[in-house]
Antibody
Framework: QVQLVESGGGVVQAGRSLRLSCEAS????????MHWVRQAPGTGLEWVAL????????FYADSVKGRFTISRDNSKNTLYLEMNNLRSEDTAVYFC??????????WGQGTTVTVSS | SYVLTQPPSVSVAPGQTARITCGGN??????VHWYQQRPGQAPVLVVY???DRPSGIPERFSGSKSGNTATLTISRVEGGDEADYYC??????????FGTGTKVTVL
């Protein structure tokens, strides 16, 4: 079945880096654009980044631009989010999601990132 | 930046109808999508492109749009519908935008 599984979350000090991964299965990963979306504790959903199906075009929310990098390896069916210079406000559950028609039709279960000061 | 406004909460008795609104400037020209998020779980797409339902979503979930407001309607509400609901659009200046979220409580 169609599935997305995130990993790589954890507790990290402010200013440090972390890389999240999202492994896809059950569909042709290389045919779909992919998102990262996050949810800080007790708050709503915030879009973070999008990468095109071929990895060429990338888009970021202003809140992470210049600090986060989205990438993908279609040979490994895996999406990544490299997060640098982490801040306390980056503490959240990070979800990967499949894009179809400018919305998200499949979501992973999420991985938790906690930035400690 | 583009903002989508939802009521913080909606309460409804079982078997009744819940209506969740989503307001935004010129939303009539945008395609609106809706997600359900049960506590501790990932979001699930329940309506896309204003009023279409993904396979597996009950017909009790429907979407509509009028003027500057989109509405998600849940008919014959069940206890399992208790969740947070988010609208979402794509905006050329803000990219992907989620609404503020509405908590649906089944009385």
């Amino acid at each position: 079945q169609v599935q997305l599984v995130e990993s790589g979350g954890g507790v990290v000090q402010a200013g440090r880096s972390l890389r999240l991964s999202c492994e896809a299965s059950g569909f042709t990963f290389s045919s779909f654009a992919m998102h990262w979306v996050r949810q800080a504790p007790g708050t709503g959903l915030e879009w973070v980044a999008l990468i095109a199906y071929d990895g060429v075009n990338k888009f970021y929310a202003d809140s992470v631009k210049g600090r986060f990098t989205i990438s993908r390896d279609n040979s490994k069916n895996t999406l990544y989010l490299e997060m640098n210079n982490l801040r306390s406000e980056d503490t959240a559950v990070y979800f990967c999601a499949r894009d179809v028609g400018r919305h998200m039709d499949v979501w992973g279960q999420g991985t938790t990132v906690t930035v400690s000061s | 930046s583009y903002v989508l406004t939802q009521p913080p909460s909606v309460s409804v008795a079982p078997g009744q109808t819940a209506r969740i609104t989503c307001g935004g400037n010129n939303i009539g020209s945008k395609s609106v999508h809706w997600y359900q998020q049960r506590p501790g779980q990932a979001p699930v797409l329940v309506v896309y492109a204003d009023s279409d339902r993904p396979s597996g979503i009950p017909e009790r979930f429907s979407g509509s749009k009028s003027g500057n407001t989109a509405t998600l309607t849940i008919s014959r509400v069940e206890g399992g519908d208790e969740a947070d609901y988010y609208c979402q659009v794509w905006d050329s200046s803000s990219e992907y935008v989620f609404g503020t979220g509405t908590k649906v409580t089944v009385l």
